[in-house]
């Protein structure tokens, strides 16, 4: 048990269409980040969320876009979906955007785009 | 541009024997690194980390040494068990940013 939720778990999607990622942050986590993970390859960084507010941003172009809620939850949203697109999603919650050492990833979403 | 890369893509030991996992890093501002290792189906788990200060830091059978000079990064991880097979990666954090770049990841599989 992480604290960090995802869903979907999987997700199929087809090209050109678009997709929400959720994430449930650890209680009190104040900063998320989410990353890409294609097969056989380290997680991406695609941007950073800190007290609702981006906090920073990876080489992903604007079709990626996010948001934080109030309650820590936040969502991932690619729009026009591209076939290179199919990854592991992944969000990290932490308290502080300063320290990585309180980083907790969920399991992440399966994206395949067909 | 910054970037965090991996000596050996895969690793097979025999359980009991002590692990090395190498790892080479190009930013010399990154002040923070951590090592994260990867089970099938779950995300990064954190293992132990190490500040640009230090050279070496001990944990539960394992170690990450830190040589700056040469901007490397090891995790050494003590006999060897067959909960230890996964994916390991190497990771900095260079602030103010505070983005966690991540290496390409080695995978280790232990023979038992």
């Known amino acids: 048990e992480t604290g960090v939720t995802q869903s979907p778990t999987h997700l199929i999607k087809t090209r050109g269409q678009q997709v929400t990622l959720r994430c449930s942050s650890q209680?009190?986590?104040?900063?998320v980040s989410w990353y890409q993970q294609a097969l056989g390859q380290g997680p991406q960084f695609i941007f950073q969320?800190?007290?609702?507010?981006?906090?920073g941003r990876g080489n992903f172009p604007p079709r990626f876009s996010g948001l934080q809620f109030p309650n820590y939850s936040s969502e991932l949203n690619v729009n026009a979906l591209e076939l290179d697109d199919s990854a592991l999603y992944l969000c990290?919650?932490?308290?502080?955007?300063?320290?990585?050492?309180?980083?907790?990833f969920g399991s992440g979403t399966r994206l395949t785009v067909v | 541009g910054e970037s965090v890369g991996l000596h050996l893509p895969t690793l097979s030991v025999q359980e009991g024997d002590n692990s090395i996992i190498n790892c080479a890093y190009s930013?010399?501002?990154?002040?923070?690194f951590i090592w994260y290792k990867q089970e099938s189906g779950k995300g990064p788990q954190f293992i132990i980390d190490?500040?640009?200060?230090?050279d070496k830091r001990q944990g539960q059978r394992v170690t990450v040494l830190l040589n700056k000079t040469v901007k490397h990064l090891s995790l050494q991880i003590a006999a060897t068990q067959p909960g230890d097979s996964a994916v390991y990666f190497c990771?900095?954090?260079?602030?103010?940013?505070?983005?966690?770049?991540f290496g390409p990841g080695t995978s280790l599989s232990v023979i038992p």
């Open positions: 990290a919650s932490s308290l502080a955007s300063w320290n990585s050492y309180g980083y907790t």
């Open positions: 209680s009190g986590h104040n900063t």
């Open positions: 969320y800190y007290r609702e507010e981006e906090n």
């Open positions: 930013n010399s501002a990154s002040d923070y």
């Open positions: 190490i500040r640009s200060n230090m």
């Open positions: 990771a900095e954090n260079s602030l103010p940013h505070d983005k966690v770049i």
